[in-house]
T-cell receptor, first 115, second 112 residues
Framework: AQSVTQPDIHITVSEGASLELRCNYS??????LFWYVQSPGQGLQLLLK??????LVQGIKGFEAEFKRSQSSFNLRKPSVHWSDAAEYFC?????????????FGTGTQLKVEL | DAGITQSPRHKVTETGTPVTLRCHQT?????MYWYRQDPGHGLRLIHY???????DKGEVSDGYSVSRSKTEDFLLTLESATSSQTSVYFC???????????FGQGTRLTVV
């Protein structure tokens, strides 16, 4: 079955520390890959996306993600976390079909930033 | 921000009552989606639309129906609300040939 796994439910980091959020997917082919961020009470904002080409993609707010086909992973990273990065992060996969881009989401990782 | 408005933003309803949530877009995008968000599950697709009057089921469609009579509006109806439908509902839109989906602010529905 197709699935997206975010193994870390909660992560706490100190402000200024580096961050890596993990995402693994299980699909027959390489899907489109996305990272979204959700602040409390808000909708989802796209951080970055990967379709093909360079496996290291840059996003907004200083985030980057690396696609590793051999590991079926798309991990999100940030070199130095800011207190405002505290939020919930979702990895998602999708394919363009006649039904548009229906996304399958992971269960999310809640990020807490300690000052 | 993409022009997506969800209404209402909050609603409390009683078990067994019908409820309709509305998603309105000003982007003229072809595709519209309804997701629900629950702790431990992330977001799951309920229904989606690929054009006016063209809709299909998603992963968790039982107990829900949708309608799209105009490009800009996508309605989600709970025919007889149950407590298991207490959730946060998100509408999303995307354009043909584009992979990015834009999300609304969400509707928090509580069924008591």
């Amino acid at each position: 079955a197709q699935s997206v796994t975010q193994p870390d439910i909660h992560i706490t980091v100190s402000e200024g520390a580096s961050l890596e959020l993990r995402c693994n997917y299980s699909y027959g082919a390489t899907p489109y890959l996305f990272w979204y961020v959700q602040s409390p009470g808000q909708g989802l904002q796209l951080l970055l996306k990967y379709f093909s080409g360079d496996t290291l993609v840059q996003g907004i707010k200083g985030f980057e993600a690396e696609f590793k086909r051999s590991q079926s992973s798309f991990n999100l990273r940030k070199p130095s976390v800011h207190w405002s990065d505290a939020a919930e992060y979702f990895c998602a996969v999708g394919f363009l079909t006649g039904g548009g881009n229906k996304l399958t989401f992971g269960t999310g990782t809640q990020l807490k930033v300690e000052l | 921000d993409a022009g997506i408005t969800q209404s209402p933003r909050h609603k409390v309803t009683e078990t067994g009552t019908p409820v309709t949530l509305r998603c309105h877009q000003t982007e003229n995008h072809r595709y519209m989606y309804w997701y629900r968000q629950d702790p431990g599950h992330g977001l799951r697709l309920i229904h989606y639309s690929y054009g006016v009057k063209d809709t299909d089921k998603g992963e968790v469609s039982d107990g829900y129906s949708v309608s799209r009579s105009k490009t800009e509006d996508f309605l989600l109806t709970l025919e007889s609300a149950t407590s298991s439908q207490t959730s946060v509902y998100f509408c999303a839109i995307s354009e043909e040939g584009e992979t990015e989906a834009f999300f609304g602010q969400g509707t928090r529905l509580t069924v008591v």
